[in-house]
Structure formats: C-alpha cells, structure tokens
C-alpha cells in the first residue's frame, strides 16, 4: 500500500476554489489503475483541508501522475495557500 496525504491550509476567502481544485484532482484519478480510495477532507479545528489518496504501490501513484497534473493545470495555488501544502508519502510498516 503506498498514501498519498496533502494537507492544505488555504487563506479564509480562498477555501471553495481550492476544494474545487482537490475535486478536480480527485476524479482524475478515478479509474486509474491501482488506485484504492480517494477523499477530500476538511478538517472541522482548523479548517485545513486534507487531501488523501490510497494506492495498491508506489508504481501506480506514479503512472498517475499524468493525470493528476493535467487535472489542476493553470491553478493558482500561490493565490489560495500561503505556503506550498505539506506532503506526505505513506508505506506500511
């Protein structure tokens, strides 16, 4: 198993389009192979959101890749975060 965890903390009148953004992302990986789950989440304390992403391996994660850069292309993350999100590459130990 190989997660993929983000954690955005997008500035207060920058939330919906960032999610928008984390939508977009989710649903292309949708039907990509090896992909086990994938959720946005927002965290209810600090309003942070979570992006998270489930894969049988690292090698899927990667062959999806493609397909996770086209999805966000041209979105303005210098404009909703105040600093790049924090990211996380999970295996079972």
Do not use: C
């Amino acid at each position: 198993m190989f997660v993929h965890l983000a954690i955005h903390r997008p500035r207060p009148d920058k939330t919906a389009p960032l999610i928008d953004s984390m939508h977009r992302f989710g649903a292309a990986l949708i039907g990509q192979a090896g992909l086990q789950q994938v959720h946005t989440l927002k965290d209810q304390k600090t309003g942070n959101l979570i992006g998270l992403a489930m894969w049988d391996s690292k090698a899927a994660w990667l062959a999806a890749r493609p397909a996770m850069a086209e999805a966000i292309q041209g979105d303005n993350f210098e404009d909703w975060e105040d600093e790049p999100p924090e990211v996380y590459h999970l295996e079972a130990v």
